[in-house]
């Protein structure tokens, strides 16, 4: 059984950065896709960014250009790198990824961005 846990979040200023990291229990980590996802106050659970086993990343139109993911497969440990953080970037955001057809979330870590 897979566990995910986030870590990183906290209250930063616009314009400000933040690093989530995302560490994953268990073998096999590097075989498998891994996604950040956010939810803001109100509203549905979005995509924010994605990486295939390969490396591939795709990310939300929002955050594009702004937010970098990576992997560490040594470490079983995905990142999200956020620079020129917005308001609107508010929100608990969760590390995901899909084992044998079943969603695994971790327990979320909270972003504010506020002056």
């Known amino acids: 059984q897979v566990q995910l846990v986030e870590s990183g979040g906290g209250l930063v200023q616009p314009g400000g950065s933040l690093r989530l990291s995302c560490a994953a229990s268990?073998?096999?980590?590097?075989?498998?896709?891994m996604g950040w996802y956010r939810q803001a106050p109100g509203k549905q659970r979005e995509l924010v960014a994605g990486?295939?086993?390969?490396?591939?990343?795709n990310y939300a139109d929002s955050v594009e250009g702004r937010f970098t993911v990576s992997r560490d497969n040594a470490k079983n440990t995905v990142y999200l790198e956020m620079n020129n953080l917005k308001p609107e970037d508010t929100a608990v955001y969760y590390c995901n990824t899909v084992r044998f057809g079943i969603q695994v979330w971790g327990q979320g870590t909270q972003v504010t961005v506020s002056s």
């Open positions: 268990g073998s096999g980590f590097g075989i498998y896709n």
């Open positions: 990486i295939t086993s390969s490396g591939r990343t």
